[in-house]
């Protein structure tokens, strides 16, 4: 059964298994059952194949079936190794270029480049010519240091794009390390990248080990594939009508490219879960728990999520990006609503005064405009404002996760943490030392991004997404632990705890954020940062979502700061409302107040316009 599950459905790879197994099986049995050493010499020179030369003889009487076993040996052994080489080193450069950006990519990238324009062959033989030996791993260096280049370039590229995905971001604010990152995080979603790059340096090692030899230019004491067709090369066996003596390691070479490009068909099939088949498949389509009545296949929820994420943005975005035209100049002039915070509690978080830059080549952009707003343990602080308000850049201000070019130019941003004794000490969070701060994120204040589509890792199951947390904040759980308590966290958003061993795509759109607040609580963290956690659900979801955090809140206390275009969801749901334009509050106050009476011409004309549109206010 399990055999089962492993072999391919497709009939391209199976081949292509076929072929390779068949040709690794011959390499490691066939000098085991033939009677002749591959260079012995005696036998009746150029005989066709027969019962005691399968193969025949070559001009000097050697039996051509053992030197043809024997050379599929040394042509494997320098594919493979050769190929292994150059994956190590496409890995490292493109990994670390594209991860770490900088300098280090420059260089990298110039050194990447410089290797892609050098013609492979005559490299190849120009450095052959320099080897002190040219045995095997001699053979597979020189190879390796030709063929690396291009793996590496696709995957800086495919490193720079996922470095900027959400579930990386999600591992960062996490705490895990660059390197956990780069290894467990991004290169897991580069391995068809990787896989594929293997098996064509595999291929292409082979057919340079031959090119090679067939020049010369390899051993020529070693018996290889390469070295057959060197010598029945010279010794004008294709005139001599030997066929038997060229043809079986010239086919051998083309069959096992052809077998490894077959294999390559399979590796998306395996690297990425959305496309296997069989049992997590119906793992995936068997209904449990709450939340699966909205599961639906991951096409359907992929573009049900789409959907929902269009229309409900258009609709906010709309509304909002309307008042925007119309009330932009009045509203510049207008001073700011601040009211008196009635919250009841003490401060968790305080932001004083913030400014935040971003630095162009037009002079700075002004995102956070002299801000200040706190909030308390417990309280739900909703965050608005039309897109472009500076929204994301005061919550990232907040969980120090500014991207590049962004500057705090001004103000503070304090963390109050409550100690065991009852007190509360104060945490400069803006000035926090990078130890620190990746211990104080998720035990202390966690994150649900955006979307969950895209903030849990696909190529991870859902409880190797919160090893991932506890691993770094939790080093001396035991496996069994971490399991027991994913368990426990998803059975407290309503997920069915079994689902642990899932892929994010077997799961709904709802059924995923609920995982990623499962994962943010896991921690028991004193504040959670929502970015916009429910804009990609559909309605119903969304607010089956919404009171799940709500009955949370209320069991573990924690303080939420909820981000999002939809005011009126706002007004439902939050104790205090803060609304940005252009970078500044413009009114602040508890969130009956702000909506009975709104006293910033920008908030009065949101209102205004969400009554207009029917909403639930
Ligand atoms: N990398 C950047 N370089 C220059 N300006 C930037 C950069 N990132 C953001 N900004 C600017 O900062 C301002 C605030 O952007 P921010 O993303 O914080 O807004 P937001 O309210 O979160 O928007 P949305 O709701 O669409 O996510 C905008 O004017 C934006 O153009």
Do not use: C
Request: net charge negative; hydrophobic share 45%; no cysteine.
């Amino acid at each position: 059964m399990k055999l089962n599950s492993l072999w391919p459905a497709s009939g391209k790879v199976r081949a292509g298994l076929i072929i390779v197994i068949f040709f690794v099986l011959l390499a490691v049995f066939g000098p085991m059952i033939t009677d002749y050493a591959p260079r012995a010499t005696g036998n009746p020179p150029l005989q066709p194949p027969s019962a005691d030369h399968w193969l025949g003889t070559t001009q000097t009487g050697q039996d051509v079936f053992s030197q043809f076993v024997h050379g599929a040996r040394v042509s494997l052994a320098v594919g493979f190794i050769a190929g292994v080489l150059s994956q190590i080193v496409s890995v490292l450069v493109g990994l670390v270029g594209g991860y770490f950006r900088g300098i280090a990519d420059e260089m990298l990238y110039i050194l990447t480049a410089v290797f892609l324009v050098i013609p492979a062959m005559p490299l190849l033989i120009v450095l052959t010519g320099y080897l002190p030996t040219r045995g095997m791993i001699s053979v597979a260096i020189v190879i390796t240091i030709t063929s690396w280049a291009p793996a590496a370039r696709v995957l800086r590229a495919q490193t720079l794009s996922l470095r900027n995905r959400d579930f990386v971001e999600a591992a960062r604010a996490t705490g895990e390390s660059r390197m956990r990152i780069m290894f467990y995080e991004v290169m897991p979603n580069a391995l068809p990248v990787i896989a594929s790059g293997f098996l064509f340096s595999t291929i292409a090692a082979i057919l340079a080990e031959a090119g090679l030899s067939f020049l010369g230019l390899g051993s020529l004491t070693t018996v290889s594939w390469g070295s057959m067709l060197y010598f029945a090369q010279n010794n004008q066996a294709l005139l001599v009508g030997a066929w038997w003596w060229f043809v079986p390691p010239g086919l051998a070479i083309a069959i096992i490219g052809a077998g490894l490009a077959l294999i390559n068909f399979g590796i998306d099939e395996y690297a990425n879960p959305r496309l296997r088949t069989g049992k997590s498949r119906r793992k995936a389509a068997r209904p449990a728990g709450r939340g699966s009545a909205a599961m639906s296949s991951t096409a359907a929820s992929a573009a049900a999520g789409a959907e929902a994420s269009s229309s409900s943005s258009g609709v906010s975005e709309g509304s909002l990006g309307g008042t925007e035209s119309t009330e932009t100049t009045d509203d510049d002039a207008s001073p700011p609503q601040i009211r008196g915070s009635e919250v009841p509690g003490d401060p968790v978080i305080s932001v004083r005064d913030l400014i935040v830059d971003y630095p162009t080549e037009d002079g700075a952009v002004r995102a956070v405009d002299h801000v200040s707003i706190t909030l308390h343990r417990g309280e739900l602080l909703g965050l608005a404002g039309e897109s472009g308000s500076g929204k994301s850049t005061l919550t990232n201000a907040i969980t120090r996760l500014l991207r590049n070019p962004a500057e705090v130019s001004g103000g503070e941003i304090t963390y109050h943490r409550s100690t065991r004794t009852g007190e509360s000490t104060e945490v400069d969070l803006l000035n926090l030392p990078a130890e620190e701060l990746r211990a104080f994120r998720w035990s202390e204040l966690a994150i649900v991004f955006q979307s969950a589509m895209n903030a849990l890792n696909p190529v991870l199951r859902v409880s190797a997404q919160f090893d991932d947390v506890l691993r770094v904040h939790r080093p001396g759980m035991s496996a069994a632990g971490r399991k027991e308590l994913a368990q426990e966290m998803l059975h407290k958003v309503g997920i069915d705890p079994e689902r642990v061993t899932a892929y994010p795509h077997e799961l709904s759109g709802g059924m995923k954020q609920r995982v990623a607040i499962a994962i943010a609580l896991v921690l028991e963290p004193d504040v959670i940062i929502m970015d916009e956690p429910t804009t990609a659900l559909d309605l119903l979801v969304q607010r089956e979502v919404l009171e799940q955090v709500m009955q949370l809140r209320e069991e573990y206390g924690f303080a939420i700061i909820f981000t999002t275009h939809d005011l009126s969801l706002l007004l439902e749901i939050s104790d205090t409302i803060a609304v940005m334009q252009t970078g500044t509050l413009v009114e602040y106050g508890p969130a009956t107040d702000v909506y009975s009476d709104p006293r910033h011409p920008y908030t009065k004309t949101l209102l205004s316009s969400l009554a207009n549109l029917g909403a639930r206010i």
